[in-house]
Nanobody
């Protein structure tokens, strides 16, 4: 039973911060590349950040310097720290392992004044 549950989204003002969590069941996060995607209204789902099993991270150009992906192996949880949020960051955010072929419910992030 593989399950990923995203949480932590909400409504924030431009310049604010949020930390998203992805609670993982069924496999250790340290054994997979974990990814955060987002889908904004009218746009295709896009990769935001990922963390390799060895710890290497990568980011989309649009979020570099503002977002940080990390993991807590003891809690088997992946995080996305989002700082200096912009209205363009408004989207549903999804967590996924590289080997997964399906999507969870996601968590809504809305950046608005």
């Amino acid at each position: 039973q593989v399950q990923l549950v995203e949480s932590g989204g909400g409504l924030v003002q431009p310049g604010g911060s949020l930390r998203l969590s992805c609670a993982v069941s069924g496999f250790p996060v340290s054994r997979a590349t974990m990814e955060w995607y987002r889908q904004a209204p009218g746009k295709e789902r896009a990769l935001v950040a990922d963390i390799h099993s060895l710890g290497r991270t990568s980011y989309a150009d649009s979020v570099k310097g503002r977002f940080t992906i990390s993991r807590d192996t003891a809690k088997n949880t992946v995080y996305l720290q989002m700082n200096s949020l912009k209205p363009e960051d408004t989207a549903v955010y999804y967590c996924k392992a590289d080997f997964m072929g399906f999507w969870g419910q996601g968590t809504q992030v809305t950046v608005s004044s």
